[in-house]
């Protein structure tokens, strides 16, 4: 008893596929070929890496202003700036009981203060 099944096509390639009746490409290249294909949109891409990377150096700029046994600091807007923290950039925000704003990047916050001063701190508990 055979049974007429449709002839499939890789998805890359459009070779007649041999083999598992699940596969889906003819060889790893094509898979490959075809799946970087997919995550090739240039315009969104470049704006997810440039805005990830802004994300990654406000916390490393973060990181490396806060004292190494986990306390607080205060910074001055301008040392931010010439570090190259980009302030529209932050991964969440946190309010406290006082009501108090906390931008967050990760887990290095900043607490706007008055002057152009910041309070940076630091949350385990994420």
């Not at 001055?76 to 990047?105: E, I």
């Amino acid at each position: 008893m055979t049974m007429n099944t449709p002839e499939k096509n890789c998805r890359q390639c459009s070779k007649p596929l041999r083999g598992r009746c699940d596969k889906k490409f003819c060889d790893d290249y094509c898979r490959n070929s075809y799946n970087n294909l997919l995550r090739t949109d240039t315009g969104t891409t470049n704006r997810i890496r440039n805005i990830n990377n802004s994300l990654a150096r406000n916390r490393r700029i973060l990181r490396e202003l806060l004292p190494a046994d986990g306390g607080m600091t205060k910074v001055h807007h301008d040392k931010l700036v010439l570090l190259g923290f980009h302030f529209k950039y932050h991964t969440h925000r946190y309010t406290n009981k006082k009501g108090q704003d906390y931008l967050f990047c990760y887990e290095y916050g900043y607490l706007p203060l008055e002057g152009n001063w910041y309070l940076l701190v630091q949350r385990n508990d994420l």
